[in-house]
């Protein structure tokens, strides 16, 4: 996944030397002042959380001392949280390791532009065309986030998985920092930020338009998880890679329906 992030200088490994025959520790990929690689790190979180302090020292080439530097100061602003890493994750023996990721007043402070203007215009819509105008908008929105996206041809595992990669990728473009992952017999989409949280939370239609729209494209039932607008760290869809027979038509539209009840995971709830 792509990671933005400015490199700093006072990260970098002590010690490290240079030239032929030497090993040299990582080179920081982010460079500047305290403050942009805070950024770095918040930006990692966003789009990769849950994520160990290793993996982000890895990944933006930073010493133990200056992740733990930043991820301290992130979770004493309340912007942070940490958690034990779920068994599947743990790789080898000894303790689990701790996994960091933004909470909701970090994610507040990334910025929603316009959320006003938005709600003002989503209401006013909603007094002019009722609540029908407001369904149609939003499933138009998401439509328009998927355009160019065929629905799967057949539902087997690797088509499923290979269109929810899809997905993830065109929301990302959208602003939602989206990604993938496999948990069991099953594929989840996670969605690390919501452009549109604060005005989603007034009108959850644009959730219920979003989980329609991957519905549609998949070609099977689809299950929300948990929902930034809900209070939780993440959008989490969960989508099965196995098509299970149904008794009724009620079972697949009742699957589809977003989270009604807030939850405290963290937003990857099949952990």
């Known amino acids: 996944m792509k990671t933005v992030g400015l490199p700093h200088d006072e990260d ?11 090993v040299a520790a990582p080179t920081p990929l982010v460079t500047g002042g305290e403050g ?5 790190v918040v930006q990692l979180l966003l789009e990769e959380g849950p994520i160990t302090a290793t993996a982000i020292g ?9 992740v733990r530097r930043h991820l301290d100061a992130l979770i004493d602003s309340g912007q942070a949280r ?26 507040g402070r990334l910025g929603h532009a316009y959320d006003d ?31 160019g996206i065929e629905p799967v041809a ?18 990302t473009d959208a602003g939602f920092a989206a990604s993938t992952r496999k948990v069991g017999a099953g ?17 959850p239609q644009l959730c219920e338009a979003e989980l329609e729209a991957f519905r549609d494209l998949l070609g099977t039932h689809v299950q929300r998880l948990a929902t930034i607008a809900n209070g939780d760290c993440a959008c989490t869809t969960h989508v099965p890679l196995f098509v299970l027979p149904t008794t009724d038509n009620a079972s697949h539209k009742t ?8 939850t405290n995971d963290s937003g990857r709830s099949a952990e």
Do not use: N
Not at 14 to 19: E, P, S
Not at 255 to 262: D, L, S, T
């Open 36 to 40: 942009h690689t805070r950024a770095a």
């Open 58 to 66: 890895t990944k933006l080439g930073l010493t133990p001392a200056g």
């Open 255 to 262: 699957a589809a329906q977003p989270a009604a009840v807030r």
């Open 187 to 203: 594929v989840q989409i996670c969605q690390h930020h919501c452009p549109v949280a604060h005005v989603a939370e007034e009108f």
């Open 12 to 22: 970098r490994g002590a010690g490290r030397r240079t030239g032929a025959g030497s």
């Open 82 to 107: 940490a958690g034990r890493s779920a068994p599947w994750q743990q790789k080898g023996r000894g303790r689990p390791a701790k996994q960091y990721q933004l909470t909701a007043v970090g994610r």
């Open 117 to 147: 203007l938005a709600g003002a215009a989503i209401r006013q819509l909603g007094e002019v065309g009722g609540e029908q105008a407001i369904v149609d908008f939003a499933r138009k929105r998401a439509r328009t986030i998927v355009e």
């Open 154 to 171: 057949e539902h087997t595992p690797e088509t499923t998985t290979a269109k929810a990669d899809e997905i993830a990728e065109a929301f």
